[in-house]
């Protein structure tokens, strides 16, 4: 009973001591007409109700005059009407977000007896905006707690246990970045076919021969040709190297199908001993039709396992358009979707949280001017390249603590060649050209150094040309070494 009194009478008090103190806002307005906004979506309310009048008379004020009425003028404006509270209660903004969070709270109570409790056959596009709204309320719920002196003192600690930084482990792109993220966005975006999916295939791959667990949702390509990538890049470096176009072509020889087994073998064996782990998802086989059946997807992958993901690749943002929604607007859907995957990353496994990698397409602006930059001269000045590359989706810019932009034109893929534009970091500078990166496109890889950057002496890198050069026209190195001191004694 005493709790069912302090439930009616509490809000009442709040409303009246923001009624009393609405001088308070005449230099912050919103403040007023966004709680009287949420007053109007509250339908037969026992006790808001009966300040309706109250509120639609202080909206109305506030627009001819531009300031709030005081209660003098209330009171006389409703003298005979109603009874204009004068209360001497402290105001506080704890008061403001208490009625605030009580509008929330009865709105949301109103829509769920409205269009579940008290619908026959509930409409499920009403049930899932109904569980964002619960979702976005919890959210705002959550009292943010207070910092301790001890908490302060330990908090770089508590910060290191629990830190998983991760990088591209591609050394240039490293060196240039520091990391992709921890428990946020990462973004690599750039024109159709100049290798995004190369670098994603390649980042989870390094990743999880580095010992981390990797979930890749692939919209692109099937599962199968998936891991078809990742056999291609395992053979890269070996002797019976395999095209990642011949398998989905299904040219394999048969010797080439065993040694197929045999790299899918190492494959499995690298990652099993550095204990990583990686995961295909493709739409097929998931089916995944709506946004949270996908963050609920990963969560129960997750789960089943025991271990979390360190690093999820979402290959690529675009296609989240194909996800079931009540809006209308593409890009307000998709930005809505990166807003949500952005708290998805930092509560993700029971509030442990992931790094999340997303792929996009560049604009056609974008396009161009990437274009233009590349046709520079020596490319020596400071990068164009910013953010409007990815304006279409602003919050891909916004949320994430990392963005890439790749180009790799018929030119430079010819030169096994990608140029990568940092154009947002949040720990780091941004640096003033672009990071060049050594890439096998055929073989779906990133190899970051280009053979010479290794050579620590002009020593070697004078042999190793050498070696590329007798190499290249077929013939041996005592040959070379013969033509070379021929040359010199011309």
């Not at 302060?152 to 792109?173: M, Q």
């Not at 690298?270 to 990583?276: E, F, P, V």
Request: proline share 3%.
């Amino acid at each position: 009973m005493e709790q069912a009194f302090r439930e009616r009478i509490m809000p009442s008090q709040w409303i009246w001591c923001i009624i009393n103190n609405l001088d308070k806002f005449n230099d912050k307005p919103e403040y007023i007409l966004e709680l009287i906004r949420k007053f109007k979506k509250i339908e037969d309310h026992k006790i808001l109700s009966t300040f309706k009048n109250l509120f639609d008379c202080v909206e109305r004020c506030y627009s001819q005059n531009n300031k709030f009425p005081d209660t003098q003028w209330l009171s006389l404006n409703f003298k005979g009407n109603m009874s204009i509270i004068i209360t001497q209660d402290e105001f506080s903004m704890q008061i403001y977000e208490s009625l605030d969070k009580y509008l929330d709270q009865e709105y949301l109570k109103q829509e769920i007896y409205k269009k579940i409790v008290d619908t026959e056959n509930p409409v499920v596009n009403d049930i899932r905006d109904i569980t964002r709204e619960l979702t976005r309320f919890t959210d705002k719920a959550v009292d943010i707690p207070e910092e301790t002196k001890e908490n302060l003192i330990n908090s770089y600690e508590d910060y290191s246990k629990n830190y998983k930084g991760l990088k591209t482990h591609i050394k240039p792109l490293d060196n240039a970045i520091g990391i992709l993220g921890d428990k946020s966005l990462a973004v690599f975006a750039a024109p159709s076919g100049h290798g995004k999916s190369t670098f994603a295939f390649s980042v989870a791959y390094y990743a999880a021969l580095y010992g981390y667990c990797v979930d890749y949702l692939s919209f692109e390509i099937p599962k199968e040709h998936a891991w078809f990538n990742m056999v291609s890049i395992q053979s890269e470096d070996t002797s019976v190297k395999l095209p990642s176009s011949m398998m989905k072509e299904n040219l394999l020889s048969d010797a080439e199908k065993e040694a197929y087994k045999e790299h899918m073998k190492d494959l499995l064996a690298r990652i099993k001993k550095s204990n990583g782990y990686l995961n295909i998802i493709d739409q097929t086989t998931a089916s995944i039709n709506t946004y949270e059946g996908l963050c609920a997807k990963l969560e129960s992958i997750a789960e089943k396992r025991g271990r979390k993901a360190d690093l999820i690749v979402v290959d690529n943002i675009d296609n989240f358009q194909t996800l079931k929604s009540s809006e209308r607007d593409e890009a307000t859907r998709i930005n809505n979707y990166i807003v949500s995957l952005d708290a998805f990353s930092k509560k993700y496994y029971k509030g442990e949280g992931t790094t999340i990698l997303l792929l996009s397409q560049v604009n056609r602006p974008a396009l161009k001017k990437l274009h233009t930059t590349e046709g520079e001269a020596g490319n020596e000045r400071k990068t164009k390249i910013d953010v409007t590359c990815i304006q279409k989706y602003n919050a891909l810019y916004e949320k994430a603590t990392c963005v890439l932009i790749g180009y790799a034109d018929e030119v430079l893929r010819a030169g096994d060649t990608m140029k990568v534009y940092p154009v947002k970091l949040r720990n780091r500078p941004l640096p003033l050209k672009p990071i060049q990166l050594n890439v096998k496109f055929g073989y779906s890889k990133v190899k970051g150094e280009f053979p010479l950057d290794r050579c620590e002496t002009t020593e070697e890198r004078e042999q190793m040309v050498d070696n590329y050069i007798a190499e290249t026209v077929g013939i041996s190195e005592e040959e070379m070494a013969e033509l070379q001191e021929e040359l010199e004694d011309i």
